[in-house]
Nanobody, 119 residues
Framework: QVQLVDSGGGLVQAETSLRLSCTASGGTFSNLHMGWFRQAPGKEREFVAAINRGGGTPSYADSVKGRFTISRDDAKNTVYLQMNSLKPEDTAVYYC????????????WGPGTQVTVSS
């Protein structure tokens, strides 16, 4: 049904920036609630940021507040994660996710993109 493709990861130095992108197909993107998650080696997947359909005030994990910004461009069926002031602890596989309702779990997931931050 809904298919997500996330991209933009790479190897960067600490205190630099990176922007991740996630493009959706197979559904009405403007009706989807979008989010970003990440999973570091040996750790559980954790919430990073979310932006609901229609925009509004995005949500962020405390660990990334003030550094990361989530945004969406419905005309391009794309959600972004701008990551500034990157730290080695940000190293993880980042996953784009989507859901139709704020009351349900995230249903659709991208394949993930690796972000590695060196000190």
């Amino acid at each position: 049904q809904v298919q997500l493709v996330d991209s933009g990861g790479g190897l960067v130095q600490a205190e630099t920036s990176l922007r991740l992108s996630c493009t959706a197909s197979g559904g009405t993107f403007s009706n989807l609630h979008m989010g970003w998650f990440r999973q570091a080696p040996g750790k559980e997947r954790e919430f990073v940021a979310a932006i609901n359909r229609g925009g509004g005030t995005p949500s962020y994990a405390d660990s990334v507040k003030g550094r990361f910004t989530i945004s969406r461009d419905d005309a391009k069926n794309t959600v972004y994660l701008q990551m500034n002031s990157l730290k080695p602890e940000d190293t993880a596989v980042y996953y784009c996710a989507a859901r139709w309702s704020i009351l349900q779990k995230y249903t659709y997931w991208g394949p993930g993109t690796q972000v590695t931050v060196s000190s």
